[in-house]
């Protein structure tokens, strides 16, 4: 639930500036929406930093959920391609 309010306050905030941007001072889309990333993003990150925490705790609670629900075949089968992978990369003779 944080995860959707944090995203709906720097949606709001981009909007905002955008718009006004855009439609008020008559600046050009790409630099209205530049700046109106760089904005929101300063905002949210400075003004709201609890809700950022709770809101990347719980994406981090639903990504762990997922994988706590998988099977043991699911599992083995993770465990086989992790193993191959490994043994490819062993080959494979280091970037320069």
């Not at 944090?6 to 530049?34: A, D, E, K, Q």
């Not at 990333?37 to 300063?42: K, Q, S």
């Not at 599992?75 to 062993?90: G, P, Q, S, T």
């Amino acid at each position: 639930m944080q995860f959707l309010k944090y995203t709906v306050l720097r949606l709001g905030i981009f909007c905002v500036v955008f718009l006004g941007l855009f439609l008020g001072l008559h600046w050009p889309i790409f630099v209205s929406g530049i700046i109106g990333l760089i904005f929101a993003f300063a905002v949210a990150y400075l003004f709201f930093n609890k809700l950022r925490l709770k809101a990347s705790e719980d994406v981090r609670k639903a990504f762990n959920k997922t994988s706590a629900n998988k099977t043991n075949k699911q599992l083995a089968e993770e465990a086989i391609e992790d193993e191959y992978d490994e043994a490819h990369r062993k080959m494979q003779p280091p970037a320069q």
